[in-house]
């Protein structure tokens, strides 16, 4: 089941710089997790908060990586919107049954979360992640 957003990821060239404005202009602050930098060094995160939206800042590490290929062809802006699901596994078996297009068909772990992604090509041209909190 779904059960909300969880946040909006944001392609960046600058993370701090996307972070003062969004801060400056909007009234988002850091959440206490940020930055988080990625193990294979592909991307560097902040993470910011106001009420209940949260927005991840994505600034990629690797000039070769998908990431910094990404915001090369396409610019900076939106990158994904992550979903919160219940059983993450239960959901990517019911939304493979029916023949949606995944990028993973397995859900990793990325620290007390499980993390999978939907491909563009079948949500409208969106990334979608699914996030399945409070796993370890």
């Known amino acids: ?3 909300r957003i969880d946040h909006i990821g944001v392609i960046v060239k600058d993370g701090e710089e996307a972070a003062t ?3 400056e202009c909007f009234g988002f602050s850091k959440a206490d997790t940020s930055p988080y930098t990625d193990p294979q060094g592909e991307f560097r ?3 910011l908060v ?3 939206v949260t927005i991840e800042l994505l600034e990629p590490t ?3 990586g998908a990431l910094a290929n990404f915001l090369q062809k396409r610019g900076e802006g939106l990158h994904h919107i992550s979903i919160e699901v219940e059983d993450i596994d239960k959901k990517l078996a019911s939304l493979k049954a029916k023949g949606v297009r995944l990028i993973n068909e397995t859900a990793q772990a990325v620290g007390d979360s499980k993390i999978a992604f939907v491909h563009p090509a079948a949500t409208k041209g969106i990334l979608v992640e ?3 909190k409070g796993h370890k």
Request: hydrophobic share 45%; charged share 15%.
């Open 50 to 52: 106001a009420g209940d």
């Open 45 to 47: 995160s902040i993470f």
């Open 62 to 64: 690797n000039p070769s």
């Open 21 to 23: 404005l969004f801060s």
């Open 1 to 3: 089941m779904f059960k």
């Open 130 to 132: 699914l996030t399945e």
